[in-house]
């Protein structure tokens, strides 16, 4: 791909994470546990995992988080911290299992949806364990269990978004080249 | 949906039920119920809550402000909190222990603890 053409890609999904991110924090969810939310923005991450590498979604990932972070004006607080530490961790998870089913010698098979639901799963894992760091106490993995719970049905939603916008971007010839 | 992605639900599952189960196992037979406050990881104060003291409200200052607790017998709430979100004063009372009220904009930590021992000492 050329690399204009890469790098206006790039930009264009990086303000869609921003959106996303920003529309998210505009959704009330009716569980008092900090950090429960969709997670719209990680189907840009995985999408940009899917279209290009992981040098390029990681850095879609924290362009989004610190411009989002700027615009929504929690740069550098609290859950800017907590949403980053997610976002890395991921991001990481998620590009380890898309390369699983690229490699010949182990024979795992994820789609596009379990992807998602382990990357919602990383990101509530890394949140939790920057909030234990920041507040420097462990009681907080109380949250665990409800959080890994809620990773199932959000990462589950956001994997089938992700493979519609796949579907529709391979029958529109706008991608070629993708195995899901 | 593949096979594998099944095995990953699944095991995603496991572990949210494995910490619930391991949350329950270890906060079993509370005799007495004591509630410990913490700010940026350093205890401020333990309260019986089978014995409250006599003044409910309780103030606790962190680095955004005063967060207000309120006790009475056998729980304990976030009653005033000035982080942004309120999380905290959503989850309401507390009553069992390994429960936790987490405020974490405000560093506060409201932790239940199961006291085994209730007994300070004993004089014969």
């Known amino acids: ?23 998210e924090s ?11 939310k969709l997670g719209l ?3 840009i991450t995985l999408l940009a995992l899917v279209l290009f590498d992981f040098k390029t979604a990681f850095v879609i990932a ?23 530490s997610g976002a890395i961790i991921s991001t990481f998870i998620m590009y380890i299992l898309l390369r699983f089913n690229q490699s010949l010698r182990v024979n795992y098979n994820f789609s596009i949806v379990g992807v998602s639901i382990a990357g919602a799963a990383a990101h509530n894992l890394g949140q939790l364990i920057m909030a234990a760091l920041l507040i420097k106490n462990t009681g907080i993995f109380y949250y665990l269990p409800i959080m890994l719970l809620s990773s199932v049905p959000t990462g589950f939603l956001t994997g089938l978004l992700l493979k519609e916008l796949l579907k529709y971007l391979k029958s529109s010839g706008q991608i070629d080249e993708f195995s899901f | 949906m593949t096979k594998h992605d099944k095995i990953l639900i699944g095991i995603v599952l496991i572990f949210s039920l494995l910490g619930y189960l391991i949350f329950c196992i270890v906060n079993q ?24 003291p006599s003044d409910r409200i309780i103030n606790i200052p962190g ?28 989850t309401g009372w507390i009553n069992r ?9 405000n560093r506060v930590i409201i932790k239940l603890l199961a006291d085994k ?8």
């Open chain 1, 1 to 23: 791909m050329a690399n204009t053409k890469k790098l206006t890609i790039i930009s264009v999904l990086i303000a869609q994470a921003i959106v996303l991110h920003l529309f």
């Open chain 1, 26 to 36: 505009l959704i009330p969810i009716p569980i008092p546990i900090p950090g429960v």
């Open chain 1, 41 to 43: 923005a990680n189907i």
């Open chain 1, 62 to 84: 924290l362009m989004r988080t610190i411009l989002g972070s700027l615009l929504s004006g929690t740069l550098f607080n609290i859950s800017f911290f907590l949403s980053i």
């Open chain 2, 29 to 52: 037979d509370a005799s007495s119920l004591l509630a410990e406050i913490s700010v940026n990881g350093s205890v401020i104060t333990k309260i019986d809550l089978n014995n409250p």
């Open chain 2, 63 to 90: 680095p955004l402000g005063n967060s207000i607790i309120e006790v009475k017998p056998g729980a304990i709430r976030m009653k005033f909190s000035p982080c942004p979100d309120h999380h905290c004063m959503n």
């Open chain 2, 97 to 105: 222990s390994g429960q936790v009220i987490a405020c974490i904009p």
């Open chain 2, 117 to 124: 021992n209730p007994v300070d000492a004993i004089s014969h």
